[in-house]
């Protein structure tokens, strides 16, 4: 029974890891075609980028909520730090700090119904989507953690495959 479990879980791992590899493939590749210094002209880049700059303005709200630093305070760590090492700085829980993000995105995604932005449709979907990946992450979470407890990945091994 555990070599049959072994087998499924290293199949199981294998899998993500050249999944995982195949969208790194695909964003280089989607990279190379963009470049630097070129036009870039998509519809909807513009709408993109005001969601990326909501979602950082959200997680730096949340760290600020968390942490009881200024709004400001935390801008100025991600100037010069990446997420992680602002995070690992403030001794922030990753769990807590998703948890507290995911209900200040349900309450984004509520107002936009509220303001007429989206349907209660797409309001649906959205939240079905991010349903759909918190089940993955924890299942890719308890993988790697049989993994782990079988002796079939490192540490570091599961460090590598939990960093998205």
Do not use: C
């Amino acid at each position: 029974m555990k070599k049959k479990h072994t087998i499924i879980i290293s199949g199981i791992l294998a899998a993500a890891i050249i999944l995982s590899g195949l969208a790194l493939a695909e964003t280089q590749k989607t990279a190379y075609r963009k470049g630097f210094g070129h036009k870039q002209h998509h519809n909807g880049s513009f709408l993109q980028l005001l969601a990326t700059y909501q979602q950082k303005n959200l997680m730096v709200q949340v760290l600020s909520e968390m942490t009881e630093q200024s709004v400001e305070a935390i801008q100025n760590k991600f100037k010069e730090q990446r997420m992680r090492t602002v995070m690992q700085e403030l001794n922030i829980d990753r769990k807590a700090f998703r948890d507290a993000m995911q209900a200040k995105e349900r309450t984004q995604i509520k107002q936009a119904v509220a303001d007429g932005s989206i349907t209660s449709e797409q309001e649906k979907e959205i939240l079905a989507k991010m349903e759909t990946h918190a089940k993955r992450r924890e299942l890719m979470r308890k993988l790697i953690e049989n993994g782990i407890e079988d002796g079939i990945i490192t540490r570091d091994e599961a460090r590598l495959l939990m960093r998205k």
